[in-house]
């Protein structure tokens, strides 16, 4: 009986010698993937010189769409090949050389969103561009077209009503870029240095308030079947730490013995789950022990196990932890049971804080009737704000150090938000300016 002749992956090559770029499936049926050869990239060549190849995965199977794509990226090599040979460097190149050396270290979603931000770039500037002919009046017709809403990719969709803070960003990271090109000596001098990018003047930061974690700590136990929501709650409200980092928790990183200055035990936030790289113990306060134990009771664990494993996936030998995503969902389903958020007033359908029309197919009901702000479901950094809010009368620096901030500026300027009891405490309790004696004498003898 013949054997049937097996299906091959598709593949197809474009460009020249020197910028040759493969368009290519992996398996037949699997989306496309764009591999090119990059000489300044590591390698393990034998002969110990710098080389290797790089993958980017297109996410669709349209070979077509693919192959323009691949035509679209060999014309950049072959910008960047002829940069090298004059000795000048282009935006393309600079930006893919950003990207390899630098976003591709990034942790959590930063790599995606650099990928966003070069194509962005990459459509607005042009690829062939010389970065140092880059302009701030350029800069600034961007951000007007950004906010106007008509820059568009061709393959991406953008925000149509962008805030002021996201334009910025992406202006940000131009400029993170280039400062990156001055100190590899790629490029002479940062062309946009000193741009005051755009800030929305009154950003929308919640702050969750004690009340709305009584509220939802008392339906904490009802989600989750591993009954460690509520003291992962207690956590988020006693340490003020971002929610990756106490995901991320291990049986290693508690210590339950006392001293003078830690009565109650010390906790450890791992630098390599922070979004800021911050290891530090801290004192654990009475009621952050009293979760801990809590949790130890429910979730008997030691050594390098974590307090919150994820209830699938994970082996007993290399056990995983909560995600945030995971955390998130626990922390929406104890909100809706303690009366936080909006729902359908036809069929009572979850909504979410945005959403007016009803997902159900049956209803489509649209939800006009005002909505109370103080209903609206929040994210755990509100109670990071509110944990920093709750201590401004303490030293900036001890709050920032406790909290994992590595400055005071964010701490001060995002976190600590002004509340109605030091309002009022800053209008009733002044401390009225006197003359001293000094101040009294030199103003006499100045009028002499």
């Known amino acids: 009986m013949p054997r049937c002749k097996q299906k091959r992956p598709w593949r197809k090559t474009v460009g020249g010698y020197g910028h040759t770029v493969i368009v290519e499936e992996r398996s037949p049926g699997s989306v496309l993937y764009l591999r090119w050869w990059d ?16 993958w980017r995965s297109l996410k669709h199977r349209d070979k077509e ?22 000795g000048r460097i282009t935006l393309g190149d600079l930006l893919a050389r950003y990207e390899a050396e630098v976003s591709a270290h990034k942790k959590g979603s930063q ?22 002919t ?80 009584e509220r939802t700590r008392a339906k904490a136990e009802e989600v989750g079947e591993q009954r460690l ?55 654990m306060s009475e009621e952050a022990r009293r979760a801990v134990d809590l949790v130890v009771e429910r979730n008997p664990t030691i050594g390098d196990t974590p307090l919150f494993p994820a209830p699938e996936g994970g082996t007993r030998r290399r056990p995983k932890a909560w995600s945030r995503w995971h955390a998130r969902n626990l922390h929406e389903r104890a909100q809706r049971a303690a009366g936080y958020g909006y729902s359908c007033p036809k069929c009572k359908t979850d909504l979410g804080n945005e959403q007016r ?15 109370d702000p103080a209903k609206k479901l929040l994210g755990f950094h509100a109670y990071r704000r509110k944990w920093a809010t709750e201590r401004k009368h303490l030293p900036a620096k001890d709050v920032a150090e406790a909290g994992g901030w590595l400055d005071t500026r964010s701490l001060e300027e995002c976190y600590q938000q002004a509340d109605e009891a030091t309002l009022l405490q800053v209008v009733s309790e002044p401390r009225k300016l006197r003359e001293t004696i000094a101040e009294t004498i030199a103003a006499a003898s100045g009028t002499q």
Request: aromatic share 6%.
């Open 111 to 132: 790599p995606r969103e650099d990928r966003r931000r070069i194509e962005l770039w990459t459509y607005v500037l042009g690829a062939n561009r010389d970065p140092e």
């Open 357 to 371: 029309e009803c997902p159900n197919g049956k209803c489509r009901h649209v939800d006009r009737l005002p909505r």
């Open 134 to 213: 880059i302009t701030k009046g350029q800069i600034t017709r961007f951000e007007r077209l950004r906010r106007q809403g008509r820059i568009q990719l061709p393959d991406r969709g953008l925000t149509a009503n962008p805030s002021e803070t996201t334009i910025g960003a992406d202006i940000i990271f131009l400029a993170s870029v280039l400062n990156w090109a001055v100190e590899e000596n790629l490029l002479p001098k940062n062309p946009i240095r000193g741009y005051d990018r755009p800030k929305t003047p009154k950003p929308k930061r919640p702050v969750a308030t004690y009340d709305r974690y």
């Open 65 to 86: 769409l693919g192959e323009e794509q691949g035509k679209e990226l060999a014309g950049r090599l072959l910008t960047s090949q002829e940069a090298t040979a004059t």
């Open 39 to 54: 000489p300044s990239a590591t390698g393990k060549r034998k002969s110990g010189n710098t080389g290797n190849w790089r």
């Open 229 to 283: 929501f509520g003291p992962f709650l207690d956590l988020v409200e006693v340490l003020g730490w971002r929610v990756s980092a106490i995901c991320q928790l291990w049986a290693s990183d508690v210590d339950r013995s006392t001293s003078a200055a830690a009565p109650h035990g010390r906790i450890r936030k791992r630098g390599e789950v922070d979004k800021e790289g911050v290891d530090m113990w801290v004192p």
